[in-house]
Nanobody
């Protein structure tokens, strides 16, 4: 499956953004899709994931401020981020995998397909 992430931008603290991860080549219906982010000088970290059955997982750093959702008709997964903070600044990547198990979701090395990333910059 090929993934295309979009929706990033430059915003102020407290603003909202909706990131999109559009898939081609395969339907995302049977995939777990996740969002990760990587700030300069830091490792890629897990943000959120939505499983094929609709179950969701969030990192503590974004829990309560973010919602991951999927539109199977559009073959797209969204990450709505609210109350953005400067520490949310990073390149955001989407990933997909049809075999990943729940305990492996936070491990970026275990995901099979990746999009190219979209930059999110939050100014204070």
């Amino acid at each position: 499956v090929q993934l295309q992430a979009s929706g990033g931008g430059l915003v102020q603290a407290g603003d909202s953004l909706r990131l999109s991860c559009a898939a081609s080549g395969r339907t995302l219906r049977t995939y777990t899709v996740g969002w990760f982010r990587q700030a300069p000088g830091k490792e890629r970290e897990f943000v959120a994931a939505i499983r094929w059955n609709g179950n969701r997982n969030y990192a503590d750093s974004v829990k309560g401020r973010s919602t991951i959702s999927r539109d199977n008709a559009k073959n797209t997964v969204y990450l709505q981020m609210n109350s953005l903070k400067p520490e949310d600044t990073a390149v955001y990547y989407c990933a997909a995998d049809s075999q990943i198990i729940l305990s492996s979701i936070p491990n970026s090395r275990l995901w099979g397909s990746w999009g190219q990333g979209t930059q999110v910059t939050v100014s204070s």
